[in-house]
């Protein structure tokens, strides 16, 4: 059974690139949530995608966006890197619905933005 | 966001039980506990979650008092493995369902 897989693992860009990361989720999930974690701190929740839909966000600009396709994988998009973007990028999938479901976390991808 | 309060560091001895200990005074009565760990750059892992009642899996035991304004969580024989920084987080309808994250407890198993 496969759990969160995330690609790629590691991201150099420069300021104002754009860049894409990528999601499967574990076996059986349908939802995808993204998070942000700077170095130090605890991971930000950015939005969440269920039905191929952006279903809840966190507090970020619209410069981060995503896509779920329709086999539950998932893309966060982010345009107009700033040097502050530089990050662990965590994926977590679960099942939608249930509110004592726990969240399994892919091993993140790390981007630094130069 | 992050409804929960925990200290910033904690050591523990290998092999003897380590308590982490976290506050949730103002958690509501449909919102669960959880905890959560993350060993160095890795993605966070589930430990274990609770609503009222005391939890106890493989990995660990969750003790909720019993108006629900704090917890513990018990590894009960500490390895160099288990160090880690542990997040205790509530969740529930009122956060969205989402898991808010603080900045944990950096847990520091000692030989």
């Known amino acids: 059974d496969a759990g969160v897989t995330q690609s790629p693992t590691h991201l150099i860009k420069t300021r104002g690139q754009q860049v894409t990361l990528r999601c499967s989720p574990k076996?059986?999930?349908?939802?995808v949530s993204w998070y942000q974690q700077a170095l130090g701190q605890g991971p930000q929740f950015i939005f969440q995608?269920?039905?191929?839909?952006?279903?809840q966000r966190g507090n970020f600009p619209d410069r981060f966006s995503g896509h779920q396709f329709p086999n539950y994988s998932s893309e966060l998009n982010v345009n107009a890197l700033l040097l502050g973007d530089s990050a662990l990028y965590l994926c977590?999938?679960?099942?939608?619905?249930?509110?004592?479901?726990?969240?399994?976390f892919g091993p993140g991808t790390r981007l630094t933005v130069l | 966001d992050a409804k929960t309060t925990q200290p910033t560091s904690m050591d523990c001895a290998e092999g003897r039980a380590a308590n982490l200990p976290c506050n949730h005074s103002?958690?509501?009565?449909?919102?669960?506990v959880y905890w959560y760990r993350q060993i160095h750059s890795q993605g966070p892992q589930y430990i274990i979650h609770?609503?009222?009642n005391n939890e106890t899996n493989e990995m660990a035991s969750l003790i909720i008092t019993e108006d629900r304004k704090s917890s513990t969580l018990i590894l009960p024989h500490a390895t160099l493995r288990d160090t880690a920084v542990y997040y205790c987080?509530?969740?529930?309808?009122?956060?969205?369902?989402?898991?808010?994250f603080g900045t944990g407890t950096s847990l520091t198993v000692i030989p």
């Open positions: 977590a999938s679960s099942l939608i619905g249930l509110s004592y479901n726990e969240q399994f």
């Open positions: 076996s059986g999930h349908d939802t």
């Open positions: 987080i509530v969740r529930g309808p009122n956060t969205g369902n989402q898991f808010y």
């Open positions: 609770g609503l009222k």
């Open positions: 103002t958690i509501s009565g449909n919102e669960y």
């Open positions: 995608y269920y039905e191929e839909e952006e279903r």
